[in-house]
């Protein structure tokens, strides 16, 4: 090489070093970041998931105090009524 090419490159090669060792901690920052929110992801993941009932299963009801006191109001306002019979037979009379 010429001593004016080897002080061109060793020139620019002085001016990028920076910039690429800024890019380096750049590319380190990023896949530490991407490793810690992968790990954070995977452990609320395991904490919030329920895996299984820990109690026993109960049906969704309401409680029987209340069942009958809204059945006595519907009664009342006539919207729920006991069931009616069919009228009976008649025979005629001759």
Excluded at 71 to 76: E, G, P, T, V
Aim: net charge positive; charged share 15%.
């Amino acid at each position: 090489m010429a001593p004016a090419t080897a002080r061109r490159a060793d020139a620019e090669s002085s001016r990028l070093a920076p910039g690429r060792r800024r890019a380096q901690f750049a590319k380190l920052g990023i896949g530490a970041a991407a490793v810690v929110s992968v790990g954070a992801s995977m452990a609320l993941a395991r904490v919030t998931y329920a895996g299984h009932a820990k109690h026993p299963v109960r049906a969704l009801s309401i409680p029987q105090p209340l069942y009958r006191v809204v059945r006595q109001n519907l009664l009342q306002a006539g919207i729920l009524a006991p069931a009616t019979a069919p009228p009976d037979a008649a025979t005629s009379t001759s």
